[in-house]
């Protein structure tokens, strides 16, 4: 089964809202866990590295106050888009390190924001 | 961001057959390499990763090259079969500790 959880996979919101994005790390607590985004048939972006109980560290570009990001327990990451925008819409993934073995992440199962 | 790449190749082979999908990384300096798998609508799947000091690791049914010389990379899948069918990523990172920075993918469709 999944040992990343992502919720929800899927959401339609209004431009103007903000829409809340949940990550789970379901075998093992994690004090790193990763964002990213993807565009249609693009590559994955990283958009910010999350850190249990201190600030997000954000890559070049992406804009922190529109990101939130918390990672408020060593099981639980959350990312908030806010005030979305159509060109918000996108699969965003979260990700932490370590597989059963391995040098990458393992990923969640994404969600797809759509903003209307 | 950071990402590598805006545009999506895409490979197509017939079923039995095998694939080869190549991928150009961009830092010299990076110590790990890692094929993704993503199907439709789905975060990314482990599926083989090689370490610098290595120039090839076999998996079941998949094989990565590695030639740091040209800072390349491939994977080979023997006999693909329809359940191959999915965009494949090489992704890079310079420690074990580092961000993990994918290529810009490859579409591999197979022909039943």
């Known amino acids: 089964g999944a040992v990343v959880s992502q919720h929800p996979s899927w959401v339609i919101c209004k431009s103007g809202t903000s829409v809340k994005i949940e990550c789970r790390s379901l075998d093992f607590q994690a004090t790193t866990m990763f964002w990213y985004r993807q565009f249609p048939k693009q590559s994955l972006m990283l958009m910010a590295t999350?850190?249990?109980?201190?600030?997000?560290?954000?890559e070049q570009g992406v804009e922190k106050d529109k990101f939130l990001i918390n990672h408020a327990s060593l099981t639980l990451s959350t990312l908030t888009v806010t005030s979305a925008h159509p060109e918000d819409s996108s699969f965003y993934i979260c990700?932490?390190?370590?597989?059963?073995?391995?040098?990458?992440?393992?990923f969640g199962s994404g969600t797809r924001l759509t903003v209307v | 961001g950071e990402s590598v790449g805006l545009h999506l190749p895409t490979l197509s082979v017939q079923e039995g057959d095998n694939s080869i999908i190549n991928c150009a990384y961009s830092?010299?300096?990076?110590?790990?390499f890692i094929w993704y798998k993503q199907e439709s609508g789905k975060g990314p799947q482990f599926i083989i990763d090689i370490r610098s000091n290595m120039d090839k690791r076999q998996g079941q049914r998949v094989t990565v090259l590695l030639n740091k010389t040209v800072k390349h990379l491939s994977l080979q899948i023997a006999a693909t079969q329809p359940g191959d069918s999915a965009v494949y990523f090489c992704a890079e990172r310079k420690t074990s500790y580092d961000k993990v920075i994918f290529g810009p993918g490859t579409s591999l469709s197979v022909i039943p």
């Open positions: 990700s932490r390190t370590g597989l059963p073995k391995g040098y990458g992440y393992t």
């Open positions: 999350s850190n249990e109980g201190s600030k997000a560290t954000y």
């Open positions: 830092n010299s300096a990076s110590d790990y």
